[in-house]
């Protein structure tokens, strides 16, 4: 394309207008300023220039124009960006240049990701049998299937491949684009037998995917999801916005879950202005996403300790930058998806017309165990983070106002030293002694890349209480045999996970039997299964189905540890 074109393209479109579709800017004198969307800041160091028609990041010294923007915001080639931008100003370029443009790396991953998303739909419809009824049973309709692109990934180990390269997709390409794994024989499909879930970026592009394994006793974890490329950062995206954004737009609040199934349970009763924040705490980069739309979140994640965790983490990220957020409180043993079925659309719209402030949550919350004292200096971390001096007063007055203790008092606490350097992880702090089995395990595994795949094929992710460390097994998982140094971790996961892998890393190997750790957490799991399971039996009878899953869980527990079986629920 010739450059003139994109000078005169330049010449017409307001820098403002464009990057103001992306991210909400602020006035600032004669320059706008804001949250810079390439680095996390607390303070916003993002500048744009009307007059010059340019921006730049005095924390990062990310610089450039409308057209670099994009570019670098979307993860696109730079005269994919002119189009875009040239759509927006409705700007005609002349016909055929960009075609005549050699296609970049992102165009042919963009382009394999389009053609896997077909080819596993077109799976699902010839030979999903298995994939189909899993559906069916977890009463996903055929209407929702079509719109959210569900499809199935044979047990091939080269069908996706040979499909890619049929349709033009270059053999140095395919290792780029996180579908396959490889060994001394060559590349092979990284998704085998499972139920196939498309993660969409918010402008429609498949990005990645979620691999769903069909039977219980397949080895690997329970989802198997794309790893990290030049098009697809997890955190940066949310599941389902392409399909809700407009809605979110119009109802002006969004609900937040964390699961493909939460989201799409939602979706399918009525709740169309939801996301899912893919199983982990709401990060800078989707909340700002979601600013797009609207800046009134509701966070609905698991009842369980987690989901807890979660939930307070992705509040204070929201109350961070400027937005309102309520949290709504689930039954303990519940997510939206069963409490849904369980409960019906009437119930749980009743819970999220109750749902709680950042601060009325956290005093409510029990389960954690946390003292009043340190709720009220967590808080008060996340007030000064807040950038705007009113917006921050009246966050310190609900904190006053829920837990009672006088305003003044916690000013004067707010201007003392910081009592968390990141309050994104504060929790973990408070929790420091918990979970050690969980360190240990991913110690030894970080170690043993023989122990990885053999640890794997007996638990996944959902046996681990603590988010972070969920996230590094599943990390662990993923790259096992792809990354040869253990430091190469820092290039696929992010600063927060990267700085607890570092610390485990840094610990001393213990003395200690694999299969007494694998014990511990299995033992662990089952009696929390166990104490969710009395509850429901408590409240509503023994029902059969879920007694007989009771008695079964208390036998694992019996065969795991006889001397330890009068401490069972009965």
Request: a neutral charge; proline letters at 3%; glycine letters at 6%.
């Amino acid at each position: 394309m010739d450059i003139k074109v994109v000078d005169d393209l330049l010449s017409q479109v307001n820098i403002v207008n464009v990057i103001e579709r992306y991210i909400p800017l602020t006035k600032a004198g004669s320059n706008y300023k804001a949250l810079c969307p390439f680095h996390d800041e607390k303070t916003p160091s993002f500048s744009v220039s009307e007059k010059l028609q340019i921006f730049k990041c005095f924390g990062c010294d990310a610089k450039g124009n409308a057209v670099s923007f994009v570019r670098d915001y979307e993860k696109i080639s730079f005269w994919e960006a002119v189009r875009k931008v040239a759509d927006m100003a409705g700007y005609i370029l002349p016909e055929s240049n960009y075609d005549k443009q050699k296609k970049s790396k992102f165009d042919l991953i963009y382009q394999a990701y389009k053609l896997a998303k077909d080819y596993f739909a077109k799976n699902l419809n010839e030979y999903g049998d298995q994939a189909q009824k899993y559906l069916d049973e977890r009463g996903i309709t055929k209407e929702i299937r079509e719109k959210f692109g569900f499809g199935y990934a044979m047990n091939s180990y080269g069908g996706l491949s040979n499909y890619l390269l049929k349709h033009d997709i270059k053999p140095e390409i395919l290792p780029e684009t996180g579908l396959f794994g490889s060994n001394e024989r060559g590349i092979y499909d990284l998704f085998r037998d499972r139920l196939m879930i498309p993660i969409h970026s918010s402008s429609g592009k498949v990005v990645a995917f979620g691999g769903r394994k069909l039977d219980e006793s397949q080895p690997g974890g329970k989802y198997i999801n794309s790893p990290t490329t030049v098009i697809y950062t997890k955190g940066r995206e949310l599941f389902g916005l392409n399909v809700t954004k407009y809605d979110i737009s119009k109802r002006d609040h969004v609900l937040v879950s964390e699961g493909y199934l939460d989201m799409l349970r939602l979706y399918e009763q009525g709740f169309i202005n939801t996301v899912a924040s893919l199983g982990t705490a709401l990060t800078s980069e989707q909340i700002s996403l979601l600013g797009r739309y609207t800046q009134n979140v509701y966070i609905m994640y698991d009842g369980d300790e987690a989901g807890i965790r979660a939930a307070l983490k992705g509040a204070a990220e929201v109350t961070r930058h400027g937005f309102q957020c309520r949290i709504v409180a689930l039954p303990l043993g519940e997510d939206p998806d069963s409490y849904l079925l369980n409960n019906g659309k009437e119930a749980l719209q009743k819970l999220i017309d109750n749902a709680m402030t950042l601060q009325e949550y956290f005093k409510e919350e029990k389960i954690l165990g946390l003292s009043t004292n340190k709720k009220v200096n967590f808080l008060i971390d996340v007030a000064r983070d807040i950038a705007g001096d009113i917006d921050r007063s009246l966050f310190l007055k609900g904190v006053s106002e829920t837990f009672e203790v006088s305003y003044p008092a916690i000013i004067s606490r707010s201007k003392n030293k910081i009592i968390f350097q990141d309050y994104n992880v504060t929790l973990d702090y408070l929790n420091s002694n918990k979970y050690p089995e969980e360190r240990l395990l991913l110690k030894l595994m970080m170690e043993d890349k023989e122990l990885v795949e053999k640890i794997g094929e007996d638990i996944d992710a959902s046996w681990f209480f603590e988010a972070e460390y969920r996230e590094i097994f599943e990390v662990l998982i993923e790259h096992n045999g792809k990354l040869n140094q253990v430091s190469s971790y820092q290039m696929v996961v992010s600063p927060e996970v990267w700085a607890r892998m570092s610390e485990i890393m840094l610990m001393k190997t213990p003395q200690v039997e694999i299969e007494k750790i694998v014990r511990d957490v299995k033992l662990r799991k089952y009696r929390q299964d166990l104490a969710a399971m009395d509850k429901i039996i408590q409240a509503k009878g023994q029902q059969s189905e879920l007694f007989e899953k009771y008695e079964e869980l208390k036998k694992k527990v019996r065969e795991l540890d006889p001397r330890g079986a009068q401490k069972l629920l009965y």
